[in-house]
């Protein structure tokens, strides 16, 4: 087992959990994600068929088996909408808590990576597409998780969740087109913890 006292929020965790996982290809499952265990497997058979970097879970994917309200759908459109077009990531949902990486994508990219929040998911992948890890895909999901008491336009926090996600998007694409931060010119202002040693 191990772990850390302090809540430091997503970003760390997930960085955390994966730096100090084993083996060639590595995820991570959000916590409350009920996914159906022949769906693990299917991501895994992706990876293999598409000689993948990356797996992504979806629940846009035309297999995925997900219930979402109306509203969910309309943010989740419009937000792929624009991670497309800020990062040329072509992919349809960035957001489900199910991820499969070869291990040389986080060699690669967790020791750059600064969100601790709420756009963690689109900071991993854009700054993994921007070093040539292109081959990113989708697989479906299926899962019970009840997305439909989860941040709808009427929820408590509501408001804040969204605009910390676009704020938390364009630092992203600030420091990924602008700064040029993410680049390895800039490796001494990074700010990488010392557990991402990947020994």
Partial sequence: MIGYKANMGKGHAVRFGMAKAKGEIVA???VG??????????LLEHFE??????????????ASKVEYP???????FGYQVLVRV?????????????????REVLEKTLPRLLV?????DVEMLSVANYLGFTRIFEAPVETKTDFKVASTIISKG??????GVFIDTMAVFYRLRI?????????????TPKYLTFK
């Fill in 28 to 30: 991570f499952m959000d």
């Fill in 33 to 42: 994600l009920d996914i159906n265990p022949n769906a693990l497997s299917m």
């Fill in 49 to 62: 068929w598409y000689n993948a970097d990356i797996i992504v879970g979806s629940k846009r994917h035309p």
């Fill in 70 to 76: 109306w509203q969910r759908r309309v943010l989740s």
């Fill in 86 to 102: 800020l990062f040329g990531l072509r992919v349809r949902d960035t957001q489900v808590g199910i991820k499969f990486f070869r």
């Fill in 116 to 120: 601790k929040e709420f756009a963690f």
């Fill in 158 to 163: 509501f408001i804040k969740t969204v605009w």
């Fill in 179 to 191: 700064l040029h931060y993410y680049d390895s010119k800039n490796r001494k202002n990074w700010i």
